[in-house]
């Protein structure tokens, strides 16, 4: 039995090797020339530096049947991710912790003081947060808010903060000690030559074919294939017939310096006169490597249009008409299932897309043995859908 697989990124890479893995022959198919979508990363030919192409990606998680996973492609070396702000003509730490707490506010509390002094600040409203700012003002008051939050994502996001769902809010932590570690899990690292060689060694198997540089729809004209696994864009596959789903894509300005650009890898500019949202040195994702110059990137958001590279869904007030649409219309197509963030619609982290991969591909083989139909979503996604 032959399965196609459209895409060969990460989600697509996992979905095709745990398959072939179980016994299914898998063809995929790539337009680009290379693997591993928006986490590509390769050597500059100048400097040797490993630019992460499309923005900042760094794995953690606390999945260990994901770790046990991806450790079998690439040596994967800890990483702790130390992220700034620039705002205000001073640079703080993030996330928000005590010691941004005291620089920001001037002055030498302890947690609890801090607990208190952050408490007192806090806007008190009379239902439950419906927004973002609403959110951020009931989390961490006014000031925090609008020098660290408001306008970059005002910028992330091209939409007022109060157009945003609260939940959004609760992916930033706030903590009232010292910890500068921007994850939280039990282990944080990065493969230490890039997503895209790790992407490549999960596609090395006998009994998966993959073809690089193919046409968009190049799918549409494949045939003899027991059922198909599409990780692009939900609308793409229908052609966008209820017009194109919203995204948020990303531009890049990179630029080459000697010696050191940035204390740390991320830097974030949150204030909207800023025009870009942060500045990343790609070198600094690779603190075990020494190199005398440097790369960095500038990173501006906008609305994505025809042609662009789509990075972020625009999911922010729930399941739309259109994305219904598309939903439906997923569910009643025979021979094919949607699988990661861009068939999906979801904005998730590297290591959830791993694990969502690996539980679709098992459900596929178990139920393709079967002779079972294969639903459009494997993971439940889309159950409340009509």
């Known amino acids: 039995m032959k399965l196609l697989v459209v895409g060969a990124g990460l989600s697509g890479a996992v979905v095709a090797r745990m398959l072939a893995e179980s016994g299914f022959a898998c063809v995929v198919l790539e337009q680009e020339s290379h693997p591993a979508g928006n986490c590509h990363a390769s050597r500059d030919a100048e400097t040797s530096i490993m630019v992460h ?14 770790w046990a996973f991806v ?5 994967f070396m800890p990483y702790h991710h130390d992220v700034r702000s620039r705002t205000g003509g001073r640079e ?5 912790n005590l010691d941004t707490i005291n620089a920001f506010f001037n002055r030498d509390m302890e947690s609890d003081e801090a607990r208190a002094f952050i408490e007192a600040r806090r806007v008190q409203f009379s239902h439950a947060p419906r927004n973002f700012e609403e959110a951020a003002l009931a989390a ?9 939050f408001r306008g970059y994502t005002k910028k992330q996001w091209g939409r007022d903060p109060r157009d945003i769902p609260a939940k959004v809010f609760a992916r930033l932590p706030l903590r009232f000690n010292r910890d500068n570690s921007y994850f939280h899990h039990s282990r944080v690292a990065i493969p230490r030559e890039g997503y895209t060689a790790l992407t490549a060694a999960i596609l090395d198997h006998r009994d998966i074919e993959v073809r690089y540089a193919c046409a968009p729809d190049a799918f549409r004209a494949e045939q003899g294939f027991a059922h198909v696994i599409f990780t692009g864009p939900l609308d793409a596959y229908f052609a966008q017939r209820h017009g194109p789903l919203p995204y948020r894509t990303l531009d890049f300005e990179t630029e080459r310096h000697a010696g050191t650009f940035l204390p740390t890898a991320s830097v974030n500019f949150p204030e909207e006169t800023v025009p870009y949202t942060r500045i990343t040195e790609h070198k600094w994702f690779a603190p075990w490597e020494q190199h005398a110059s440097t790369i960095i990137s500038r990173e501006y958001s906008r609305e994505a249009g025809p042609g662009d590279r789509l990075y972020y869904p625009v999911n922010l007030t729930g399941n739309s008409q259109r994305l219904a649409a598309y939903v439906a219309d997923a569910k009643a197509s025979a021979g094919v299932s949607f699988v990661g963030r861009l068939a999906t619609f979801k904005y998730i982290d590297m290591d959830v897309a791993v694990a969502l991969a690996m539980n679709a591909a098992r459900d596929i083989a178990r139920l393709a043995r079967s002779g079972a139909s294969i639903p459009a979503f494997l993971n439940g996604e889309f159950d409340e859908v009509a």
């Open 71 to 75: 450790d079998r492609f690439a040596e």
């Open 53 to 66: 192409h499309h923005g900042p990606h760094i794995f953690h998680s606390d999945n260990q049947d994901v």
């Open 92 to 96: 703080y730490r993030l996330p928000i």
């Open 140 to 148: 961490i008051g006014p000031e925090i808010y609008g020098a660290f």
